[in-house]
């Protein structure tokens, strides 16, 4: 059986204070998620196990991303998440802290016959 992607999600989220890195890639996976609805599982009537869900967030340091609980907010399928760098890290010297931009990219596959 080949896989075919069948959703192509993008998403933006930030952590305004504190550079939590995890946080800004949730908020971005998200308002990906927010940005869709997958109701042609229920429609068709295909059993959401059967699904794979890659997802890719963009952020300047993704070593410090927690994988394990970017993909606790997945609600279906076989989901694999990878950091990579992208995003954007906005400094604010005068008080020491950044503002964290992350992007999110959320792919759903299915496999056909």
């Known amino acids: 059986m080949a896989a075919k992607r069948v959703i192509l999600e993008m998403g ?11 946080k800004a890639a949730i908020r971005a996976v998200e308002d990906a998620l927010h940005h869709s609805s997958l109701s042609f599982i229920r ?5 959401k196990d059967q699904l794979r869900v ?3 967030v963009g952020v300047q340091q993704p ?3 927690d994988i394990e609980r970017v ?10 998440v990878r ?12 008080v020491r802290d950044v503002a964290v931009i ?10 056909r016959q």
């Not at 933006?12 to 995890?22: E, S």
């Open 102 to 111: 992350a992007t999110a990219a959320v792919e759903v596959w299915l496999e």
């Open 54 to 56: 890659d997802v890719t």
């Open 83 to 94: 950091a990579t760098k992208g995003g954007l890290d906005v400094p604010d010297e005068a």
């Open 71 to 80: 993909k606790t907010v997945l609600p279906v399928g076989r989901v694999s």
């Open 12 to 22: 933006a989220g930030n952590d305004l204070h504190g550079g939590d890195y995890t």
């Open 43 to 47: 429609s068709l009537g295909i059993d």
């Open 63 to 65: 070593e410090r991303v």
